[in-house]
């Protein structure tokens, strides 16, 4: 199972936010860059990368903090938060991420977002589902749909996508372990997906525990950050 760190940045800082709540902030690093390479030199080789400036105004606004990092460590990078035209697409793959990070633009405009899997590919794109109840949750969590989280990825699967993390939005940023029984259900339906577990990591015996399960990576932020994990020992 890979361990894909998580930088989350806001006015170019790296922060963490609690169940998605900007009022809910803190600032951990001045310098992601600082931060990306501590990753590297610890034998990570990837980077969950989200501009929860770019998330809140629906248009990418980080783009000096992927460019820096993409120039300066040799990680692979999916970078997301307000991804909603083509040329955001085409600027974070110039940029140097590897993934772009879709999200709510996968719920809001199926047509838009299916356009772009046959353009650049499916495989270049890392699908974020929100999840509250087995239910799709967007729009920074403040909202939840009746879209079932299976018929959700079954839709995207069908359309080629390979990678999938998802977020129960109920244990984000709360260290209170993952969604076990969720994982192990999306796991079991849909064995050939790489599968990424997110929110809730909070120590090394649940980061045991989704590689047991079958996960195919794990996306861990606030546990390192508030020195739970150490990262030499991941």
């Not at 699967?157 to 993390?165: L, P």
């Not at 090394?204 to 861990?220: H, P, Q, T, W, Y």
Request: charged share 20%; with cysteine.
């Amino acid at each position: 199972m890979q361990v894909i760190p998580a930088i989350d940045i806001i006015d170019g800082k790296c922060v963490r936010l609690t169940q998605g709540d900007y009022a809910q902030k803190t600032v951990y690093n001045e310098n992601p860059l600082e931060v990306a390479k501590q990753f590297e030199a610890a034998g990570l080789q990837r980077l969950h990368l989200v501009d929860l400036d770019g998330a809140k105004a629906g248009a990418v606004k980080n783009w000096q903090v992927l460019e820096s990092i993409a120039a300066n460590t040799s990680l692979i990078i999916d970078f997301g938060g307000g991804v909603k035209k083509e040329e955001d697409v085409q600027g974070i793959f110039n940029a140097g991420a590897a993934f772009v990070t879709i999200g709510s633009l996968a719920v809001k405009n199926e047509t838009l977002f299916v356009e772009w899997l046959q353009k650049f590919g499916a495989a270049k794109f890392l699908l974020g589902a929100d999840v509250k109840n087995e239910k799709i949750a967007i729009g920074g969590w403040l909202e939840t749909t009746d879209i079932d989280i299976y018929s959700f990825i079954q839709k995207y699967v069908d359309h080629g996508v390979q990678q999938i993390f998802c977020t129960d939005v109920s244990k984000d940023g709360k260290l209170e372990g993952p969604s076990i029984d969720l994982y192990k259900n999306i796991i079991a339906k849909f064995p050939a997906l790489y599968f990424i577990a997110s929110g809730g990591v909070s120590s090394m015996s649940d980061l045991e525990e989704l590689s047991a399960i079958g996960c195919n990576g794990a996306i861990v932020g606030k546990a390192i950050y508030e020195g739970r994990i150490d990262i030499k020992s991941l």
